[in-house]
């Protein structure tokens, strides 16, 4: 199965860190460039952070300097290092590439609240 399954979500004060993982299974996952990304209430589905299969990273502004993108291509999978947390990171994180060839996992919640 093409699929990704996401995990590390949870309830963190502001300030805090979080760890997410998706891993991939089902597609050559070193061959694609990944992204995260994340969906609250209301709101689209946007792209925060993205890999390419080189490693080159890039981040929405909103999330610069306190998110870092990470991946291992031998495990499978791919990573979001999140410091610095703030109530509007609140959402549920999905990973998928970038032209969306995994079939949507049903994401982590990150809640960011005191």
């Known amino acids: 199965q093409v699929q990704v399954v996401e995990s590390g979500g949870g309830l963190v004060q502001p300030g805090g860190s979080l760890r997410l993982s998706c891993a991939a299974s089902g597609i050559r996952f070193s061959f694609y460039a990944m992204g995260w990304y994340r969906q609250a209430p209301g709101n689209q589905r946007e792209l925060v952070a993205s890999i390419s299969s080189r490693g080159n990273t890039n981040y929405a502004n909103s999330v610069k300097d306190r998110f870092t993108i990470s991946r291992d291509n031998a495990k499978y999978t791919l990573y979001l290092q999140m410091n610095s947390l703030k109530p509007e990171d609140t959402a549920v994180y999905y990973c998928?590439?970038?032209?969306?060839?995994?079939?949507w996992g049903q994401g982590t919640q990150v809640t960011v609240s005191s």
């Open positions: 998928n590439t970038l032209d969306y060839r995994y079939t």
